[in-house]
């Protein structure tokens, strides 16, 4: 199987958020970047444009990424979004997923193959676990809208390892290399790719004590919760100064 024009599409998860890389747009690089530099090696005429900005909700990420997504003719298409709107309790999960649903229906009409998310399973997580249900209720809409449009699913909500934190970033809310090292295996494999990606390298567990856990916990909420919250309350995005990082098909290097 061969691509030639890969677009992805979404929020800080897609656009490589927790994993730094000072060399490319924006400083990072991502399990799409990943996944295209597989891609890459399977033909001579391959391009790529990732056009995910970081704390875009899904309504942003149509009206921004999908006429611009459909004008460059992909044949692979991801979409990961809505785990911005997940976590506030007043977005109706239902509207919303069938505002998604449609621009699915619209990506899929172009022939590409067209992947998509499950958002993962918060039940690991003290701090997520309150909104499982929304998360379970958001899957379940997603799948029904993948079925409809012949989407594959790549499932997030299975994949177990995110369990363990040392496949995420030091904040808590995106995954850190080894995370997006993994998610990028994990894409190929579904996808039907060869290929000799390895194992993501995890740093040693080590037991934390009570009180380390307290310290850490409290130096977390003031890095990177206050401050989430405080976005959230005054109308701002992480993502208000940042541009698609790869907007245009470009070959990978």
Same mark, same amino acid.
């Given at each position: 199987m061969e691509f030639h024009r890969y677009v992805a599409l979404g929020d800080s998860f897609t656009e490589g958020v927790g994993d730094p890389d000072p060399e490319r747009p924006n400083g990072l690089r991502g399990w799409a970047d990943r996944v295209a530099e597989v891609l890459a090696t399977r033909t001579d005429d391959f391009g790529y444009a990732n056009l995910a900005i970081r704390g875009r909700k899904v309504d942003a990420i149509l009206a921004e990424q999908l006429e611009p997504a459909l004008a460059l003719a992909p044949d692979l298409v991801t979409v990961y979004a809505g785990a911005n709107d997940i976590m506030r309790p007043k977005v109706d999960l239902d509207a919303l997923v069938g505002r998604y649903d449609e621009a699915l229906g619209r990506l899929a009409a172009t022939g590409a193959r067209l992947l998509v998310w499950t958002a993962f399973d918060p039940g690991g997580s003290a701090i997520y676990r309150p909104m499982r249900g929304r998360f379970a209720l958001y899957n379940e809409l997603v799948r029904e809208a993948a079925d409809r449009h012949g989407a594959t699913i790549v499932d997030y909500w299975r994949m177990r390892e995110y369990r363990d934190w040392r496949y995420w970033d030091i904040d808590r809310m995106h995954m850190g290399p080894a995370g997006h090292a993994l998610m990028a295996t994990r894409v190929l494999d579904v996808l039907g790719i060869p290929h000799d =990606?390895? $194992?993501?390298?995890? *740093? /040693? =567990?080590? $037991?934390?004590?009570? *009180? /380390?856990?307290?310290?850490?916990?409290? *130096?977390?909420t003031r890095a990177h919760a206050v401050p989430w919250v405080h976005r959230r309350l005054t109308g701002r995005s992480s993502g208000d100064t940042v541009r698609p990082r790869r907007p245009d098909l470009g070959p990978v290097e």
């Open positions: =990606l390895p $194992a993501p390298e995890l *740093a /040693e =567990l080590v $037991a934390a004590s009570p *009180a /380390e856990r307290r310290r850490a916990n409290l *130096a977390w």
